[in-house]
């Protein structure tokens, strides 16, 4: 993104927000809340996970952990809502707009480190920063921690299409 955004002071987005911007639904649409935000640039948000999640019936049997994959994409998704938020404003000047025709791709893993597992009763905490554009290829930097310990980093590559 190249005008420049200013953090939107105090913003909480609700999981009914969230499903405005993303095309994800159940069982894909992992994110809880976010609880920062800079629209085109970076954010915060939570994932709660529960032993009632269907994914962790079969990962691992007699001792769930949350799949390391599911936490790359809870990033991806925080890469989706950086940049639907920034879309929104362009197009309307709401924070929250009906943008998720225009969410783009996960388009590579370039590293993941999974430090710590996830498991039932964790509040995991994901921030996101954006990084350089290449071409249709936009540069982000994640990680997860579960209170104090940092329990995934992450540089992925994602796309972003006009709407």
Wanted: glycine share 10%; charged share 20%; hydrophobic share 45%.
């Amino acid at each position: 993104m190249t005008e420049t955004t200013t953090p939107v002071p105090g913003v909480v987005l609700s999981a009914d927000d969230i499903a405005r911007l993303l095309p994800h639904r159940h069982p894909f649409f992992l994110l809880d809340r976010v609880t920062a935000l800079e629209p085109g640039r970076s954010a915060e948000a939570i994932k709660n996970i529960t032993s009632s999640d269907a994914v962790l019936a079969g990962h691992f049997p007699g001792r769930m952990i949350y799949p390391g994959v599911l936490l790359v994409e809870c990033v991806a998704q925080l890469a989706a809502v950086v940049y639907g938020t920034a879309g929104a404003l362009r197009a309307t000047g709401e924070i929250v707009g009906d943008v998720a025709g225009r969410v783009g791709y996960l388009a590579e893993i370039r590293q993941a480190k999974f430090l710590k597992p996830v498991v039932p009763g964790d509040q995991v905490v994901f921030r996101l920063q954006s990084g350089p554009r290449v071409g249709g290829l936009i540069s982000v930097t994640g990680q997860a921690s579960v209170g104090r310990d940092t329990v995934l980093t992450a540089r992925l590559a994602v796309t972003e299409r006009d709407a």
